[in-house]
């Protein structure tokens, strides 16, 4: 079993007091301790199985009594013709971007954005997840127009990887004087958003790869949605070569987006203002990383 999801199941046991120290949880104890925990706690189905509801009830009030993350202000670039968006992150996922940030700077690189947080109340719209990553302060997004249109000026500079959809779709270099000589097949937009015309152009000079840079820091790029694939009316929107998230705050199949909204310190992320404030996104509040949330 994995360690981090062994760790972090046996902390909240002990939070449950159904062990006494987070060592005492092994692989051999497992679904019996998981079983010990459902039992305790009325109306879970005890099967030693960690789905969405047994999920929540071990984490739920132990992140509520827990350390906050409080959203902090990440500062960003701006290009002549492009003004950045103001990025706030989860604490955590803000320390990882500014010192990502500041490796691109270090090579000559900047770092536009298109925001961070996204308000509770954000109904999302064609282009948006419903279970965004954005909603608890975890992904943030380079300005739009900051790439995929001009790769001889454009501070980003896309380039297909060979997948044809999910996570590693898209590989993006940011331009920096002090990057390595590369020869790129740059994916270049043009036309209308809503019908946007994808051709590729040769183009050589200093980069570093973003992507992997992000990567090294916890952040992880997502694919492009299907309006951007369609054969059709393609939707630059939808493309997503903009977006990263801050995966390694999180335990596929343990972490939940409620949770991790919770995790977000001051008055507006309790479970009552969350709900309050948008009840669709509420309702999704149990889906698990790498399962519903991804
Ligand atoms: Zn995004």
């Known amino acids: 079993m994995d360690a981090r999801y062994l760790r972090a199941v046996a902390d909240c046991l002990v939070f449950h007091n159904i062990i006494g120290t987070p060592s005492e949880l092994t692989d051999a104890n497992f679904k019996a301790k998981v079983r010990a925990f459902q039992t305790s706690h009325g109306g879970l189905f005890v099967d030693g199985d960690i789905g969405e509801l047994t999920a929540w009830e071990l984490q739920a009030r132990m992140v509520t009594d827990g350390l906050q993350l409080m959203s902090v202000n990440v500062p960003v670039d701006s290009t002549p013709s492009v003004q950045s968006v103001p990025m706030n992150l989860r604490a955590d996922a803000a320390g990882a971007a500014a010192q990502l940030f500041a490796a691109v700077r270090a090579k000559g690189g900047i770092v536009t954005s298109a925001g961070g947080f996204r308000p509770l109340s954000t109904t999302p719209n064609a282009h948006q997840s419903a279970r965004s990553m954005h909603y608890p302060g975890l992904a943030f997004d380079l300005?739009?127009?900051?790439?995929?249109?001009?790769?001889?000026?454009?501070?980003?500079?896309?380039?297909?990887?060979?997948?044809?959809?999910?996570?590693?779709?898209?590989?993006?270099?940011?331009?920096?004087?002090?990057?390595?000589?590369?020869?790129?097949?740059?994916?270049?937009?043009?036309?209308?958003?809503?019908?946007?015309?994808?051709?590729?152009?040769?183009?050589?000079?200093?980069?570093?790869?973003?992507?992997?840079?992000?990567?090294?820091?916890?952040?992880?790029?997502i694919g492009p949605r299907s309006?951007?694939?369609?054969?059709?009316?393609?939707?630059?929107?939808?493309?997503?070569?903009?977006?990263?998230?801050?995966?390694?705050?999180?335990?596929?199949?343990?972490?939940?987006?409620?949770?991790?909204?919770?995790?977000?310190?001051?008055?507006?992320?309790?479970?009552?203002?969350?709900?309050?404030a948008n009840a669709n996104l509420w309702d999704?509040?149990?889906?698990?990383?790498?399962?519903?949330?991804?």
């Open 227 to 276: 309006a951007y694939l369609a054969a059709t009316s393609k939707q630059y929107m939808s493309s997503e070569w903009w977006h990263f998230q801050y995966e390694a705050a999180l335990i596929p199949n343990f972490s939940q987006l409620g949770i991790e909204m919770i995790r977000v310190g001051g008055p507006t992320y309790t479970a009552e203002r969350i709900r309050a």
């Open 284 to 294: 999704e509040r149990r889906a698990i990383f790498r399962q519903k949330w991804n």
């Open 143 to 221: 300005a739009v127009a900051t790439g995929g249109f001009d790769p001889d000026k454009d501070p980003f500079v896309l380039e297909r990887t060979g997948t044809t959809s999910g996570p590693n779709y898209w590989r993006v270099w940011s331009r920096a004087t002090g990057g390595d000589s590369q020869t790129i097949t740059a994916t270049v937009h043009s036309g209308s958003w809503n019908n946007i015309k994808v051709q590729t152009k040769t183009v050589t000079g200093k980069f570093i790869n973003f992507s992997d840079l992000a990567r090294e820091h916890g952040f992880q790029s």
